[in-house]
């Protein structure tokens, strides 16, 4: 079955450092790939997705991620955090099944020290 | 443009009580998804609608929960009896197309069974 890893629960990261986020997926084909961030108390917004082409691709707030179809990985990263991208991190998957719904990993929550 | 509207944001009942979930997705957006996210983990697909048919209820335990979208715009998610195990957070979103396409979360209704 199609799965998703992300293998940290909890990232601390200093205010300026860089970050990268891990995530890992289970699938035969390439899948469609979405990073979400969710923030305490609101919904979850799209970082950046991928589906085909370059495999280093660009999103919101300075976020990229990196497809690695010999790792099965969909990396997020950034190269200097601010105190306000403390929040929890989804990575997730599309497949072609039935329907177009997403496949979510447990999520990363990514906190920022002084 | 208004995002995804969930009401209410909060609640609380006892076991074996019914509930009831409100959503209304983004105005011309054809597909709608009910999303269960329990405390750390990610959120998991409930049903998908495709205008007012049902694209994908694989998951959906339906000896105790159903869902209608009338219409094709709004959408009800039911529950009951409910379990203490349905404690979670209910997402709506909603997406342009029947294609994968970035999907709109609303914030959510936090549900607390006792």
């Known amino acids: 079955a199609q799965s998703v890893t992300q293998p940290d629960i909890h990232i601390t990261v200093s205010e300026g450092a860089s970050l990268e986020l891990r995530c890992n997926y289970s699938?035969?084909?390439?899948?469609?790939l979405f990073w979400y961030v969710q923030s305490p108390g609101q919904g979850l917004q799209l970082l950046l997705k991928?589906?085909?082409?370059?495999?280093l691709v660009q999103g919101i707030k300075g976020f990229e991620a990196e497809f690695k179809r010999s790792q099965s990985s969909f990396n997020l990263r950034k190269p200097s955090v601010h105190w306000s991208d403390a929040a929890e991190y989804f990575c997730a998957v599309g497949v072609d099944q039935a329907g177009t719904a997403l496949i979510f990993g447990k999520g990363t929550t990514l906190s920022v020290s002084s | 443009e208004a995002g995804v509207a969930q009401s209410p944001r909060y609640k609380i009942i006892e076991k074996r009580q019914s509930v009831a979930f409100w959503c209304n997705p983004i105005?011309?957006?054809?597909?709608l998804y009910w999303y269960q996210q329990i405390l750390g983990q990610g959120p998991k697909l409930l049903i998908q609608f495709q205008n007012n048919g049902v694209v994908d209820d694989s998951q959906l335990p339906k000896d105790r929960f159903s869902a209608e979208r009338l219409k094709g715009v709004d959408s009800t998610l039911k529950i009951q009896p409910a379990k203490l195990e349905d404690s979670a957070v209910y997402l709506c979103a909603s997406s342009f197309g029947s294609s994968y396409n970035e999907q709109f979360f609303g914030p959510g209704t936090r549900l607390t069974v006792l």
């Open positions: 991928y589906f085909s082409g370059d495999t």
């Open positions: 105005s011309g957006h054809a597909t």
């Open positions: 699938y035969g084909a390439t899948p469609y």
